[in-house]
Antibody, heavy 122, light 107 residues
């Protein structure tokens, strides 16, 4: 069974930092592109970042570029998101999501973690 | 960035009825790379459809997707109690973006 479990969320002040982790099991982690997707309270979904299987290709949404850093450790089957210079508008549930590539395209999300809440407030 | 607009915002229906959800893109979606997700309160989204009309693994055939270019539709035939949820469309032909969601609620 595919499992993704996020951790590391919590309350942080504006301008602060936080590091999210996503521990995975049940699939060959090193073979998959991985993503972070977030959802502000009561709002819709927003893709945040993706990282290729070997970390060679990394992409960010404009809203987090220069502040967030995605990384992975294939030996530990884990995905990370380092979040710096946090703003109130970064408050959201952050989901770790496995990428599904089909028909020549990726950035489709076929497995999700349960999500972790990040609250940015003074 | 491709902006996806979903309509209606809320659909009030009874079990057994048909739900028709719309997703319109601000520009043509490459190769009709359009997906639909279902999200229930307190849960993560679940992939329902991809490539506009292909059902994901384990999704019942009462869910049907169609459309191309800029206009896409998700139809749920014969709503079951477990289908009442929020539905999001997503394009993945470009940097991925989501619609704002359509809530299907019990009338």
């Amino acid at each position: 069974e595919v499992q993704l479990v996020e951790s590391g969320g919590g309350l942080v002040k504006p301008g602060g930092s936080l590091r999210l982790s996503c521990a995975t099991s049940g699939f060959t982690f090193s073979s998959y592109i991985m993503n972070w997707v977030r959802q502000a309270p009561g709002k819709g979904l927003e893709w945040v970042s993706s990282i290729s299987s070997s970390s060679s290709y990394i992409y960010y949404a404009d809203s987090v570029k220069g502040r967030f850093t995605i990384s992975r450790d294939n030996a530990k089957n884990s995905l990370y998101l380092q979040m710096n210079s946090l703003r109130a508008e970064d408050t959201a549930v952050y989901y770790c999501a496995r990428d599904y590539c089909t028909g020549g395209s990726c950035n489709l999300f076929d497995s999700w973690g349960q999500g972790i809440l990040v609250t940015v407030s003074s | 960035e491709i902006v996806l607009t979903q309509s209606p915002g809320t659909l009030s229906l009874s079990p057994g009825e048909r739900a028709t959800l719309s997703c319109r893109a601000s520009q043509s979606v490459n190769n009709d790379y359009l997906a639909w997700y279902q999200q229930k309160p307190g849960q993560a989204p679940r992939l329902l459809m991809y490539s506009a009309s292909a059902r994901a693994t384990g999704i019942p055939n009462r869910f049907s997707g169609s459309g191309s270019g800029t206009d896409f539709t998700l139809i749920i035939y014969g709503l079951e109690p477990e289908d009442f949820a929020v539905y999001y469309c997503q394009q993945y032909g470009d940097s991925p973006t989501f619609g704002q969601g359509t809530k299907v609620e019990i009338k």
